[in-house]
Every structure is written in structure tokens, then in C-alpha cells.
């Protein structure tokens, strides 16, 4: 059964400082790995899509690292800004008991202070 | 090109009632899956339709059901709602049904309260 971990499970920073949240998931049999954000009471929305066969992927300020062998991402964010304050979400899709689904981590709820 | 729409957004049901969720996928996708998020927990996958057949579910119990119509739009039925029903349900849709190429884009959820 492929289990995910994210931590911290809330961190707190100044705007402006540079930070990596942290997922481990227990399967390597993986197809790809996405980061969502999820602001409270909303959907997610997908920030980086790494496929399996990548080691990272980079849009903006974020950029995420993929180590499928050691069962590893992070989630780097660059100069933080209050607007970034949300809960991160990281996922990864596999084939579990016979069907596509992706298993999630139970999130990092980021604070930027301003 | 329209996202992945929910409705409805939020909704009160009574335990031992039925409530119907409704899903409209981005065009072009035609694999739609659907996930229950209570607070402060990761989602949890339910079940996924693809052409318009369940195409592998998790463990929820069968008064947990759904449906795909043609447009690949789709419907999650729950029947005898407990109050552990209580939760934020998510879909998401995508090219194919191991979301290849783009990942799964999810839509707004639909906050369902059992009182």
C-alpha cells in the first residue's frame, strides 16, 4: 500500500526567505508526482508535474525534485511571499489494488509572514 | 478551454439521506475520479470512471457509487449518508486514466455537511 509523509506539517516564515517542503512515499513503482495548493475550503490547484522518468521540474519561484529510488520530492519555493500562504499538497499516481489513483500526503500548511 | 466544474458548491443533508454530486470535466479529458478530503487530511481516492465504466475504486463501501455519461461528465450517488460522510469531495479529470502527459485537474469540490 503506497503511503506518502509531508513534512513539516505547518511552517511558519518571514516574506522573502527561500524554503523546501519535504515528501516521501513508500512504492518507487510511480508514474509521476504532482504538487498542488490548496487554499482553506478550496480545490486544488496543480502547481509541477514530474514524471517519473525526471528528476525535477521548474515554473516561477517553485521548483520541485523528484529522487524515485530513495522515494523523495521537494518542493523548493524561492523569495516567499504572503501570497503563497496556503497548504501544500504533494501526490503521487500509481497503480494500487488494480486502479489509476493518485494517494496524497496530508499536506504542509505554509504561513508567510509579511 | 473551460476547467473542471463541481456543483453544487455547498450542501446540508440529513443522515439516512441520498445526495447526488455533479462533475463536468475539462474538455478533451475523458477520465473523471473523484475524492473525499475530510479536515485536515489528504484526499482520498474513491473511485474513477473511464469511458463511462468504474475503472478501479478505493475502499469505500458500495453506497458509494457513480455514473459517466457520453460527455464525460459524471455523478457520485451516495446513499444512506452517515455523518463520517461529512467532507469536501473533489473531482478530477484527465487525458487518461494514469493522468500521463498532464497530471489530474481537479475541480472547486462540493462541501457536503451530514447533520
Known amino acids: 500500500k503506497q503511503e506518502v509523509t509531508q513534512i513539516p506539517a505547518a511552517l511558519s516564515v518571514p516574506e522573502g526567505e527561500n524554503l523546501v517542503l519535504n515528501c516521501s512515499f513508500t512504492?518507487?513503482?510511480?508514474?509521476?508526482l504532482q504538487w498542488f495548493r490548496q487554499d482553506p475550503g478550496k480545490g486544488l490547484t496543480s502547481l509541477l508535474l514530474?514524471?517519473?522518468?525526471?528528476r525535477e521540474q521548474t515554473s516561477g519561484r517553485l521548483n520541485a525534485s523528484l529522487d524515485k529510488s530513495s522515494g523523495r520530492s521537494t518542493l523548493y519555493i524561492a523569495a516567499s511571499q504572503p501570497g503563497d500562504s496556503a497548504t501544500y499538497l504533494c501526490?503521487?499516481?500509481?497503480?494500487?489494488?488494480?486502479?489509476?489513483?493518485?494517494?496524497f500526503g496530508k499536506g504542509t500548511k505554509l504561513s508567510v509572514i509579511p | 478551454e473551460t476547467g473542471v466544474t463541481q456543483s453544487p458548491t455547498h450542501l446540508i443533508k440529513t443522515r439516512g439521506q441520498q445526495v447526488t454530486l455533479r462533475c463536468s470535466s475539462q474538455s478533451g479529458h475523458n477520465t473523471v475520479s473523484w475524492y473525499q478530503q475530510a479536515l485536515g487530511q489528504g484526499p482520498q481516492f474513491i473511485f474513477q470512471y473511464y469511458r463511462e465504466e468504474e475503472n478501479g475504486r478505493g475502499n469505500f463501501p458500495p453506497r458509494f457509487s457513480g455514473l459517466q455519461f457520453p460527455n464525460y461528465s459524471s455523478e457520485l450517488n451516495v446513499n444512506a449518508l452517515e455523518l463520517d460522510d461529512s467532507a469536501l469531495y473533489l473531482c478530477?479529470?484527465?487525458?487518461?486514466?494514469?493522468?500521463?502527459?498532464?497530471?489530474?485537474?481537479f475541480g472547486s469540490g462540493t462541501r457536503l455537511t451530514v447533520v
Open positions: 501526490a503521487v499516481a500509481y497503480s494500487g489494488a488494480g486502479s489509476y489513483q493518485l494517494t
Open positions: 512504492d518507487s513503482a510511480i508514474y509521476n
Open positions: 478530477a479529470s484527465s487525458f487518461d486514466p494514469r493522468g500521463s502527459y498532464y497530471g489530474y485537474t
Open positions: 514530474i514524471q517519473s522518468s525526471q
